[in-house]
């Protein structure tokens, strides 16, 4: 009798913090400000030269794997591993984001070719770390992934978490835009425009998923789940060289744990109702 009327009770939908215009808006207006100053002011070159001088006091191994957090896959990963099973609507969000930010950066990339810093100013103005890169400079491709992950879990917070979150993920994104200025690969410019771009795509992500919370009912989040698995297996098998191998494996096994906790967890609320 206990369990039949447990069974026969509807569980509570989840609810969504309500989306916030304001923090949507800023980041994406403020880094449009500054990248528009520094067109104007003809000091972007300037600033490239001085970001760059300033990132050479730390180790090019940490500036590698910075930047590497800003590939699709590795982000995609870290984010369903601190987002599965608990948070859903993070990787949700991501999903609705994905499709206008590729369009956004692939799109304008393709309309307006620029050249990179090592097109512009040569080998000998330039300090690269991995590869050397000469076109497809604008905007960052790298950055605007890492502030549509980061944009996907600051605005899904609550008011209060966000708060005390928002900090440190928008930083460890601005630590990733800057690292494609350490390694010589873009412009302040690209970084900029890059964030503004991403942010503003996980703003949309963030939206839909609130209108449409299909990632957060059981079928969902087991959708998610085996997405994330397929992830962290296609990183286990991707061919890498060090040190971005062991970030790949190291982020995909994190990504295969978080599915199979998302895939199993319906279950366990069944068996336990």
């Known amino acids: 009798m206990h369990r039949e009327a447990l069974q026969s009770t509807p569980r509570p939908a989840v609810?969504?913090?309500p989306f916030n215009r304001r923090w949507?808006?800023?980041l994406p207006?403020?880094?449009?400000?500054?990248?528009?100053?520094?067109?104007?002011?003809?000091?972007?070159?300037?600033?490239f030269r001085a970001l760059q001088s300033v990132s050479m006091e730390w180790p090019n191994l940490v500036w590698h794997v910075i930047t590497w957090l800003g590939d699709t896959q590795l982000c995609l990963a870290l984010l369903a591993t601190a987002a599965l099973p608990r948070h859903p609507r993070w990787l949700m969000a991501m999903v609705w984001a994905a499709l206008p930010a590729?369009?956004?950066?692939?799109?304008?990339?393709?309309?307006?070719?620029?050249?990179?810093?090592?097109?512009?100013?040569?080998?000998?103005?330039?300090?690269?770390?991995?590869a050397a890169l000469y076109h497809g400079s604008f905007p960052s491709g790298h950055t605007a992934t890492a502030f549509v992950v980061a944009g996907c879990v600051v605005l899904s917070l609550a008011p209060a978490q966000r708060a005390r979150w928002a900090l440190p993920v928008i930083a460890l994104a601005t630590l990733?835009?800057?690292?494609?200025?350490?390694?010589?690969?873009?412009?302040?410019?690209?970084?900029?425009?890059?964030?503004?771009?991403?942010?503003?795509?996980?703003?949309?992500g963030v939206w839909t998923a609130g209108?449409?919370?299909?990632?957060?009912?059981?079928?969902?989040?087991?959708v998610l789940g085996v997405l994330a698995i397929a992830l962290g297996v296609s990183l286990w098998l991707r061919p890498l060289a060090e040190p971005e191998a062991w970030l790949a494996r190291l982020l995909g096994t994190g990504a295969v744990i978080a599915g199979a906790l998302a895939w199993h967890r319906p279950r366990l609320r069944e068996v336990q109702a």
Do not use: E, M, Y
């Open 102 to 130: 590729t369009l956004f950066v692939h799109g304008i990339k393709a309309s307006l070719p620029t050249a990179r810093p090592l097109g512009v100013l040569g080998s000998d103005g330039v300090h690269v770390i991995g």
């Open 29 to 47: 207006l403020l880094a449009l400000a500054l990248a528009l100053g520094l067109t104007l002011t003809d000091c972007n070159i300037a600033t």
């Open 176 to 204: 990733v835009g800057l690292s494609r200025i350490a390694v010589g690969a873009h412009w302040p410019v690209d970084v900029l425009v890059g964030a503004a771009g991403g942010w503003a795509c996980a703003a949309l």
């Open 24 to 26: 949507s808006l800023a």
């Open 211 to 222: 209108r449409w919370p299909v990632g957060q009912t059981g079928r969902g989040l087991r």
């Open 15 to 17: 609810s969504s913090p």
